[in-house]
């Protein structure tokens, strides 16, 4: 228990959590296509809208509603009012005509002129053809007055740029929702995720923090941690806290379904000796003082990758458990990375299996089937290698528990370091025990689980652009990372950001800044249009922080 209480322990970091504005936002994209202004009878207005429609059908993937069908005269951009003037075709009555846009694709012109004919405005000079050899007019086909001019694909994303365009090439409509219903998250979505993510996201980033301390002091990998959270649990814990006597926030650690932290250096390659068994010991590997690609190991060893694969790890681990229950037979070994996949910390360990023992204040019957408890021992620690044959009988398997080292005669302030110490060795086979419950806060499929959909991750640094795109496949609801935690290789950011005032922070806006020595790319891979998942993006400003960049080593977290 000496590691529960050293969690327990953990205080919050203080400070706000900030929603990361999409690529789309920060750097709007500014098409624009060929279209043509056609002078028409104001009074057919509405019959040219019809024939229009009727005639050129609208492409479906062109969203144009930010476009004005109809100007008038007056209205119109000063580049096309310029170019009316120089032609004395447009009619000299500008009151009795308006002008229709012919908007993208644009239609064969000859088509447009047939079928506009009839709304021609009856004082167009074009309207009317006088021969020279006739003492009266003769009524001819009227020809409609075109006008070429460019209009932008997409809606505008400010005032200041609705403006510009309105004044230079066609009126446009600004619709503040508009734009972020194609490039941002619904406002309504993002505000509900913040709210709830802002009650309990101190806590949880304090213990990613500790999670990459405990990956680095046992010379695994970097200092990076990954805490994946279940918002359902958190809901469910607020939801029984109203009629009992206890306050939510000192359950926070419930609704943690897995951690994970950096291990790129406890894999050797092609049977040569890892970069922990060079350099054993509870101190930071000498390799994480420098950058060197050929010890940093691949993506998979990455925080944010071995929590999402612990995750899948206790499914299966579930579900040859209950397979074994179905059919009272002696479930399979589940077969995994024998480096490093097998091998877990201590804080690993804990919320993958012991943190699922029964709390001090249970919640009333009854219990949701995302918050199952349990009392079986962690796996992690009793469980020796058992020989599983067809003659086996599964009330004999038995597992003896790993001996203890001894006691470090080092003392350690860290209650978690020290509580790593005392802990047994990793073991190099855990499934090896048949006996693992599924009893975990962790959806079977069997439950509706799948991937990691609906969960959130806490991150103690921004995670790399392959950490990123993991995130995306998993299928997370919501990435959180402090902004002090922000990596030059980062591909969740989407902007460079200045030190924040009170007034910018209480409206949870950051400062653009102009960036001229870091030249890094900002890829906003949280929540990007072209993709087919999406998560939600934040970040965690603390107190008197604000400041951009990761100081120290840059490496890939």
């Known amino acids: 228990m000496q590691l529960k209480q050293a969690i327990e322990a953990l205080r919050p970091l203080q400070g706000e959590v900030i929603p990361i504005r999409t690529v789309q936002e920060t750097r709007p994209p500014e098409e624009f296509a060929d279209a043509y202004a056609a002078e028409v009878n104001v009074k057919a207005a509405s019959k040219v809208v019809k024939a229009l429609d009727s005639a050129f059908p609208r492409d479906p993937a062109l969203s144009l509603g930010h476009l004005r069908r109809f100007s008038k005269r007056e209205n119109l951009p000063a580049p096309l009012k310029a170019a009316i003037e120089e032609d004395r075709s447009f009619s000299k009555t500008p009151a009795q005509t308006i002008f229709v846009l012919i908007s993208p694709p644009v239609p064969d012109l000859d088509q447009v002129q047939a079928v506009l004919a009839p709304f021609a405005p009856a004082s167009s000079p074009s309207a009317r053809n006088t021969p020279s050899d006739a003492s009266s007019p003769e009524l001819t086909t009227p020809k409609i007055n075109l006008i070429p001019t460019k209009v932008p694909i997409q809606p505008p994303f400010n005032i200041t740029q609705a403006e510009n365009w309105s004044n230079n090439l066609w009126p446009v409509v600004f619709n503040a929702a508009a734009p972020r219903a194609t490039i941002a998250p619904p406002p309504q979505v993002l505000n509900r995720a913040q709210e709830h993510i802002s009650t309990q996201a101190g806590y949880y980033l304090s213990l990613a923090r500790k999670v990459a301390e405990e990956a680095e002091q046992s010379g695994h990998g970097r200092g990076v941690g990954a805490v994946i959270v279940d918002p359902a649990i958190e809901t469910h814990i607020d939801a029984i806290s109203w009629g009992a006597d206890w306050n939510p926030r000192d359950r926070w650690m419930e609704a943690v379904v897995a951690v994970g932290g950096d291990a790129r250096y406890g894999r050797g390659e092609a049977g040569a000796p890892s970069q922990k068994d060079l350099h054993p010991g509870l101190v ?56 490093l996949s097998t091998q877990l910390s201590p804080l690993e360990s804990y919320f993958l299996y012991d943190a699922d023992t029964p709390s001090a204040h249970p919640p009333p019957e009854p219990s949701s089937p995302k918050k199952r408890k349990h009392e079986e021992p962690n796996p992690e620690i009793r469980a020796t290698q058992v020989e599983i044959s067809d003659d086996t009988d599964p009330q004999s398997i038995s597992s003896a528990p790993l001996p203890a080292p001894p006691p470090s005669t080092t003392a350690l302030a860290d209650p978690i370091i020290a509580a790593r110490t005392n802990a047994p060795e990793w073991p190099s086979d855990p499934f090896s025990d048949s006996t693992i419950p599924p009893s975990s806060r962790i959806r079977t499929r069997a439950q509706g689980g799948y991937l990691c959909t609906d969960l959130d991750v806490y991150m103690s640094h921004e995670p790399c652009l392959c950490c990123s795109m993991g995130i995306l496949l998993s299928r997370f609801r919501a990435v959180i990372f402090p902004r002090s935690g922000r990596m030059k290789s980062g591909g969740l950011a989407s902007e460079p950001v200045g030190p924040t005032t009170d007034e910018e922070s209480a409206h949870n806006e950051s400062v653009v800044a102009t960036d001229t020595e870091d030249e890094r790319l900002y890829y906003g891979l949280h929540w990007r249009k072209e993709l087919n998942w999406r998560a939600l993006g934040f970040e965690f400003v603390e107190e008197a922080d604000g400041v951009d960049g990761h100081e120290g080593v840059a490496f890939h977290a």
């Open 284 to 339: 930071p590997n000498p390799a994480s003082t420098t950058y060197d690609a050929d010890l940093e190991g691949g993506p998979d060893l990455h925080a944010l990758m071995r929590a999402t694969e612990l995750v899948a790890r206790r499914r299966r681990e579930d579900a040859v458990h209950e397979a074994a229950m179905e059919s009272l037979t002696p479930p399979a070994i589940v077969a995994t990375d024998p480096q």
